[in-house]
């Protein structure tokens, strides 16, 4: 007779609370020939009080490789007709479990009828060839929406599980990731060493993380989607959308087009909001110039001093200064005055003074930046021709062009007769250009009259402390 009676408890966090408690005294004080064995696939849900009185052996997932050679192993022991292409689908498929690998064989032994042929696995599992997937990423490569979603459209044909798919693709980058760090680091037979070589020669290390990580995202973005595929055309064409600007050979012109850095910026009201806008660094050109004012503490516990002898508000702010506009002195605009130089606005563009009638005329939206970023490059017996660097020129339409000839028609009480031209040579001294110079010149304005106050200068005096130039902001009467 055997020494050990064993039992062997499978899936033991299924057991109810009450029949762990009928266990625990039994494990508290078991009898010398018993052994148990519990088993479980998520140990959280096992009591404490039964985890604290087991020995805990966490087995390791096995590896695709070891599967596989188990796989095979088997199917040769049984004669049974296997090619190596299915068994590395169910080795992939198992995700590291024999089980579900010695079931999966099972199901496609009889889905074959005695045979486990690649193309039965695939339709099995729902999932595609390995070569659709690589006809999917050579149509990726050469950068044609029409190629890529013809090699998509033909995947969607065979109704695949759209996430066993993308994890498949995540898959193949990730081996390219690992090739373009160190080929040696590649462990994965699946993709032979000549398809990694000639994807990692046409597409940066940035790229191949950049692909990942909308994979990634995408396979998410596929559970809530109405329409799986519809959703895996546009997690398509999201990877020619976002991939790194360039021209590459074969690109399509729709995707060469990306919007550069360039001057126009949101705005509603040119009187009630700071204009701020980016050079073509891509560098802010001016600080936010609208933060409000917070964490205000009593003037007297900061500062001791009596209020007869300075006369301030019942709080000094810390963080940002406000003061009242009508308390400084007001800088009025000066309208430019330049020369005019390759269409710049000037004495040339016949007294209109551009820089400020561009924000008079009462335009929102696209057409208030149009004017904002022009300038007068002639005006001559009502004929206006304005000159916009080529990215802005693109935004604009007959309908904004009819908008703005209107706008100035009611201004100036004159019909005039307007054409918007290019000018790759575009001078700074656009309407946007020179508001943003007056409002950085009133901004030092407003900081030195600042420095002038009694009160400022006291404070600097009394508590050694330095004014924060970067919290001034403007506050309307």
Not at 19 to 33: G, I, M, R, V, Y
Not at 74 to 87: F, K, M, V
């Amino acid at each position: 007779r055997a020494r050990f009676k064993i039992y062997l408890i499978d899936e033991v966090h299924m057991l109810s609370k009450n029949s762990f408690n009928a266990l625990l005294k039994t494990l508290e004080e078991p009898p010398p020939h018993i052994k148990f064995l519990l088993a479980t696939t998520d140990p959280q849900k096992v009591p404490v009080t039964v985890l604290s009185r087991c020995l805990q052996f966490n087995l390791k997932r096995m590896s695709r490789a070891q599967i596989f050679s188990h796989l095979q192993f088997l199917t040769e022991q049984e004669s049974i007709e296997a090619e190596a292409g299915a068994l590395t689908q169910l080795a992939s498929a198992a995700d590291g479990s024999m089980r579900d690998a010695l079931s999966l064989l099972d199901q496609a032994i009889a889905y074959g009828a005695g045979k486990v042929q690649q193309e039965a696995v695939y339709a099995m599992l729902g999932s595609i060839s390995a070569d659709y997937l690589i006809r999917l990423f050579k149509a990726l490569q050469t950068r044609q929406a029409a190629s890529l979603l013809k090699e998509a459209r033909s995947i969607i044909e065979h109704s695949p599980d759209y996430q066993r798919l993308c994890a498949e693709m995540i898959n193949l980058l990730q081996q390219l990731a690992l090739f373009q760090a160190d080929p040696g680091l590649v462990n994965d037979d699946q993709f032979d060493q000549e398809l990694l070589q000639q994807l990692g020669s046409s597409w940066s290390t940035d790229e191949v993380q950049l692909y990942y990580q909308i994979l990634l995202q995408g396979r998410q973005d596929l559970l809530i989607a109405p329409d799986e595929p519809s959703a895996f055309e546009m997690l398509m064409l999201r990877l020619l959308a976002f991939a790194p600007a360039g021209d590459m050979p074969g690109q399509d012109e729709a995707l060469k087009k990306k919007p550069e850095p360039g001057r126009i910026v949101a705005r509603r009201a040119p009187e009630d909001e700071a204009a701020t806008t980016e050079d073509h660094s891509g560098h802010s050109k001016l600080h936010d110039f609208t933060e409000e004012s917070a964490n205000q503490h009593s003037f007297e516990e900061r500062v001791g001093l009596d209020q007869e002898d300075v006369s301030v508000t019942e709080s000094i702010p810390d963080t940002p200064t406000e003061i009242q506009s009508e308390s400084l002195p007001e800088t009025q605009p000066e309208t430019s005055t330049a020369t005019l130089t390759n269409g710049s606005s000037g004495p040339a563009d016949g007294g209109l003074g551009w820089p400020d009638l561009a924000y008079s005329l009462g335009l929102v939206g696209l057409a208030q930046e149009i004017v904002a970023n022009s300038v007068v490059q002639n005006y001559h017996d009502s004929e206006l021709e304005l000159a916009l660097s080529a990215e802005i020129h693109e935004l604009a339409n007959a309908t904004i062009e009819s908008e703005i000839v209107q706008a100035l028609n009611r201004k100036l009480g004159v019909s005039l007769n307007l054409r918007l031209s290019v000018n790759h040579k575009l001078p700074a001294d656009t309407p946007v250009e020179v508001r943003i110079e007056r409002l950085k010149q009133e901004r030092l304005d407003v900081i030195e009259a600042i420095k002038q106050e009694n009160v400022v200068k006291k404070l600097q005096q009394t508590l050694a402390v330095e004014l924060d130039e970067s919290s001034v902001v403007k506050v309307d009467a």
